[in-house]
């Protein structure tokens, strides 16, 4: 009426009232169209909805649409709105008022673009000594897709170490298996764990009088070790060190000398033969 009171059908007023009616349109109409931003690599379509400036909105939640390697993080009327403008694009199933619309008059149209975060993130790949390798080609980094699974890891070589697999850090932490999940957060870096392969040495008597032969000793590459001390005797001799050859005189180590790398082959076993001369 002209007092701006509304009056419905069970409105009572006294015949000596003067009213004038107006009809108030309840709300107005605006209608919004989703669009999946092909020009950031989005795709698929969203039923365009028809809206009320007197009820409430609820944002489509893009689940018809897709972008490979990349989560909708919002809508916005700027197709080229960063996805970290905090505050700029409007929650996907959000319910934003028609003023932050921008709905100012009946049948306005608007159009939200899907606003895409690219998820592929870098991971580097720290060999540890060694090298790594994907399709026979050597990696320092590799592209893997944040909240994904790994699916592939590289290989590694390092010459005389065996390979344990990468972790997600230097020392200790956790192994990595292609079906766990990115988190460049957590994993920033891929970590090679290595052990070191084994050779052997095998100590031979040359003429020794005792027949019991000692143990044969293992090593690890890269790694300094004493030999055994000698176990050998011969009547009328005196243990003067080792040799690599039996029939070269050459001495080439002392009883208990600290060694390494005595092999180059790994789980090769190489032969000392005891040098004897005379009381």
């Known amino acids: 009426d002209a007092t701006g009171k509304l009056v419905d059908a069970g ?5 000596v009232e003067n009213l004038d009616l107006t009809a108030q349109k309840a709300g107005i109409e605006y ?8 020009a950031h690599g989005g795709s698929g379509t969203e039923p365009k909805q028809t809206c009320n400036t007197a009820g409430e909105v609820t944002l489509s939640d893009g689940s018809n649409m897709s972008n490979p390697h990349h989560s909708l993080v919002g809508w ?4 080229d709105t960063s996805p970290d403008a905090l505050g700029a694009n409007f929650v996907p199933g959000g319910h934003p008022s028609y003023s932050e619309l921008g709905v100012t008059k009946d049948n306005t149209d608007i159009t939200l673009y899907a606003i895409w975060r690219d998820r592929r993130v870098t991971i580097g790949i720290n060999a540890a000594g060694g090298k790594a390798f994907t399709n026979g080609v050597e990696v320092m980094e590799i592209v893997y897709v944040d ?16 390979f344990d697999g990468w972790y997600s850090a230097a ?4 192994l990595i298996e292609p079906d766990m999940i990115v988190s ?5 870096v891929l970590y090679a764990h290595w052990s070191p392969e084994k050779f052997y040495v095998r100590f ?6 005792n027949e019991t032969e000692m143990a044969v000793q293992e090593f690890v590459f890269n790694e300094e070790k004493p030999l055994l001390p000698n176990e050998y005797g011969r009547v009328g001799y005196d243990f003067t060190g080792w040799a690599t050859n039996a029939t070269d005189k050459t001495k080439v180590y002392e009883d208990g000398q600290v060694v390494s790398n005595l092999a180059e082959t790994v789980g090769a076993t190489n032969v000392l033969y005891a040098l004897w001369g005379p009381h």
């Open 184 to 188: 460049k957060a957590d994993v920033p």
């Open 11 to 15: 409105y009572h007023w006294d015949r």
């Open 204 to 209: 031979d008597g040359n003429g020794a009088s």
């Open 76 to 79: 916005n009327k700027n197709p």
């Open 171 to 174: 020392t200790d932490g956790t």
């Open 31 to 38: 209608y919004i169209t989703y669009d999946a931003n092909v």
């Open 147 to 162: 909240g994904e699974k790994y699916g592939f890891l590289p290989t590694a070589e390092r010459p005389k170490y065996k």
